[in-house]
């Protein structure tokens, strides 16, 4: 708090900001006068002094508030104001003030500018001293747009530091329902910038949560997005390392998400593997995607499947997708099949599709 001596009296600066611009011209006071204002210094428990204005009623305005363009009965405050960007208010915080200072943002900021504010100052934080904005991060208990801002803002944060170091530091310092809230961004963020690591590191927690449990499942579905992820990128890395997992859910949900992109590939090789793992609709969505560029080989793989519900599955997503590219061709390849439950089925399917195209 700076207290200054001014021709019209005390002038009161915010910590952090200057309020008004510079300290509050004194052909400002005038104005609000005019309109039945005074200048007063309110105290609270959460900062030590926040500058306020007194409307007539008594209600207090802090003076931010105040000055802000168009608020009524403030017109000459806001003509003689300069607001300052969120950033240059941020950089001017003392870091001991900020986690007070974010809980002063609403006072501080017109609604529109409050995000930006807000999302200034958790920035500040976490280049400054990310370690103390984590502790706050992980003291909250509360699911509001702050706690939201701050989980993106601080994941990013520790993806772009040293993310092993990071993901050591929150295993052994924040409660697990902030490590739970602030992994995803995290992993998704350090799996673009280091696929392998990222999803390694993933499995070693899998591996090592209570089974399960619901943070189990909650780290094999983060799993299958880093996958995801990696997949995108260099697919064939990412299946080798696939490939290379012990059987279990981090193999199943990792598999799930590299078989679009594998089939995109490399569709014969992506076709044997997920066969041998006996699941339908992941053997469906393989079908499908191949059907969309070789929809004779994908016919020939879908009618070597063993007769159930796995090849019956995949035949419906077969001439689904082969009727929206030549609904002739799917048609002609539908009736040369014997007639069995499963032609039956995919008939049902293709004529679906083909009333959808109309």
Known sequence: MRLRKASVGLVVAAPGRRVLGKALPWVALPAALLCGWRLTLHRNSEHPAIPHFVEPSGRLIPAASAGRPGDAGARGLSEASVEPTPGAWASGVKIAEIAAMLGQID?????????????????????????????????RNVSDPLQQAARDILARAMAARKPEDMLLWAERHLPENSRKEIYGPFFRAWADRDPATAAGLLV?????????????ADMVDLLGQVSSVWSGREVKQAVGWMKALPEGPAKERALEQMAYRWTEAEPALAAA????????????????????????????????????????????????TWSRRNSAAASAFLASLPETPARERAALALASALEEMR
């Open 204 to 216: 070693l927690l899998v591996q090592t949560s209570p089974g399960g449990s619901q943070a189990d």
């Open 107 to 139: 006072a501080l900021w017109a609604e529109d500018r409050r995000a930006a504010a807000r999302e200034a100052l958790l920035k500040e934080w976490a280049a400054k001293d990310l370690i103390a904005a984590l502790t706050w991060f992980g003291s």
């Open 273 to 320: 593997f997920v066969a041998r793992h006996h699941d339908p609709e992941l053997v469906a969505t393989v079908a499908g995607k191949w059907a969309e560029t070789d929809p004779s080989g994908a016919a020939a793989w879908v009618m070597a499947l063993p007769s159930g519900e796995q090849m019956s599955r995949a035949l419906d997503t077969l001439v689904g």
